[in-house]
């Protein structure tokens, strides 16, 4: 079993910038990607971005360029550094661990950027 939390977001004005952590624990050894992901309301889940145990990554169009993920293995960390956020990028936020064929989700954090 796998537990994920996420932490740090907030409410920044449009320019600003928010760092988001995700913090795994238990059965960690196996994961090979963690993502994050973020559901506006109304809308549906969509990805953000996602690194790999081996530190590859990869985003969504929409956020390329403005946000970054990177991983602290030693503190079995996640975070999502997010630079220019726009109004649009308003939502929960959620990271994701995959592990084989599981999935764990933690339970979101809200973000909201005021214009």
């Known amino acids: 079993q796998v537990q994920v939390v996420e932490s740090g977001g907030g409410l920044v004005q449009a320019g600003g910038s928010l760092r988001l952590s995700c913090a795994a624990s238990g059965s960690i050894s196996r994961i090979n990607v963690m993502g994050w992901y973020r559901q506006a309301p109304g809308k549906q889940r969509e990805l953000v971005g996602t690194i790999t145990s081996g530190g590859s990554t990869n985003y969504a169009d929409s956020v390329k360029g403005r946000f970054t993920i990177s991983r602290d293995n030693a503190k079995n960390t996640v975070y999502l550094q997010m630079n220019n956020l726009k109004p649009e990028d308003t939502a929960v936020y959620y990271c994701?661990?995959?592990?084989?064929?599981?999935?764990?989700w933690g339970q979101g954090t809200q973000v909201t950027v005021s214009s």
């Open positions: 994701k661990a995959s592990r084989a064929v599981f999935t764990y």
